[in-house]
T-cell receptor
Framework: AQKITQTQPGMFVQEKEAVTLDCTYD???????LFWYKQPSSGEMIFLIY??????QNATEGRYSLNFQKARKSANLVISASQLGDSAMYFC??????????????FGAGTRLFVKA | GAVVSQHPSWVICKSGTSVKIECRSL??????MFWYRQFPKQSLMLMAT?????????EQGVEKDKFLINHASLTLSTLTVTSAHPEDSSFYIC?????????????????FGNGTRLTVT
């Protein structure tokens, strides 16, 4: 069964600095996708970045990059040049490719990021 | 693209009444939609997978008679909380993925509605 672990309940970062949010996962399916979402206090879920299990390079989207270490089963999110608007809850998520997983996306417990001025 | 609309944004109802939440994919067809529940300061827990034209698949521990799901068309899924009680108060959020986005089953991101905050008094 697939599993996602985020061990940092909360993180603080100074504005304009970079921060890394940790995520580890477990699956026996060779095909899977990893996602990061941002949830501001308003509640909506915003898709940030995706990494596929067969991707050779780390994904990047603007200030977001994903540090994908397949052997260690980790998919950490790196936010560069933090902004006050980055303060939010961040969720790591995974979906397996095999049908037995039902194409369900499961989420980690989340990390609340606080950006300090 | 790939916009999901959810209505209502918030609802307050009395104990014992039923509440219907709608989830629409606005610019794509979604044969499958997913309903999640989120308690304050917690993660998203998958409640059920809604399949167009067939019965929903519920996760273990989710009462299918309490949380009725109907996916009557390729763009609309509804969640009805029947005989609601205060413990059903929560944030409910629907989602879908556009399978042609990134071209696969496991690499298309979920797109979420804005959620419905249900309060049962």
């Amino acid at each position: 069964a697939q599993k996602i672990t985020q061990t940092q309940p909360g993180m603080f970062v100074q504005e304009k600095e970079a921060v890394t949010l940790d995520c580890t996962y477990d699956t026996s399916d060779p095909s899977y996708g990893l996602f990061w979402y941002k949830q501001p206090s308003s509640g909506e879920m915003i898709f940030l970045i995706y990494q596929g299990s067969y991707d050779q390079q780390n994904a990047t989207e603007g200030r977001y990059s994903l540090n994908f270490q397949k052997a260690r089963k980790s998919a950490n999110l790196v936010i560069s040049a933090s902004q006050l608007g980055d303060s939010a809850m961040y969720f790591c998520a995974m979906r397996e490719g095999g049908y037995t997983g039902g194409f369900k996306t499961i989420f980690g417990a989340g990390t609340r990021l606080f950006v300090k001025a | 693209g790939a916009v999901v609309s959810q209505h209502p944004s918030w609802v307050i109802c009395k104990s014992g009444t039923s509440v219907k939440i709608e989830c629409r994919s606005l610019d794509f067809q979604a044969t499958t939609m997913f309903w999640y529940r989120q308690f304050p300061k917690q993660s998203l827990m998958l409640m059920a997978t809604s399949n167009e034209g067939s019965k929903a698949t519920y996760e273990q521990g989710v009462e299918k008679d309490k949380f009725l799901i109907n996916h009557a068309s390729l763009t609309l899924s509804t969640l009805t909380v029947t005989s609601a009680h205060p413990e059903d108060s929560s944030f409910y959020i629907c989602s879908a993925y556009f399978y042609r986005e990134r071209g696969g089953s496991y690499n298309s991101p979920l797109h979420f509605g804005n959620g419905t905050r249900l309060t049962v008094t």
